[in-house]
């Protein structure tokens, strides 16, 4: 699946405790993400920053809507919020 194909994209970077801890509550939740390295490509940095306004990772979004960090997305699923979402967009997929 290509990242224009795919409802959830997360850029992230290999050394950071936040974007493991989001992908991993992402995969929890069975959630097929497309992953945007910002360190193996730098020149997707500015696009992150671009899309979110901000410069920290992870950055995510799920269909059309930032979701923002790792913070965010927790606290979404702890508002019960989460899933909601995230079914939304796999039977918009299907």
């Known amino acids: 699946m290509t990242e224009e194909s795919h409802p959830i ?3 992230s970077s ?3 405790g936040f974007c ?3 992908k991993k509550l992402l995969t929890s939740k069975h959630a097929e993400y497309f992953e945007i390295d ?3 490509n730098p020149d ?3 696009e992150m920053i671009k899309r979110s306004g901000r410069r920290t990772v992870p950055q995510i979004f799920i269909a059309t809507r930032h979701i923002g960090g790792y913070d965010d ?3 979404l699923d702890t508002a019960g919020e989460l899933e909601p979402l995230l079914d939304s967009v796999a039977s918009s997929s299907n």
């Open 14 to 16: 290999p050394f950071c």
């Open 44 to 46: 997707r940095r500015a």
């Open 9 to 11: 994209v997360i850029y």
């Open 38 to 40: 910002i360190m193996a």
């Open 73 to 75: 997305l927790k606290a």
């Open 20 to 22: 493991a801890a989001a």
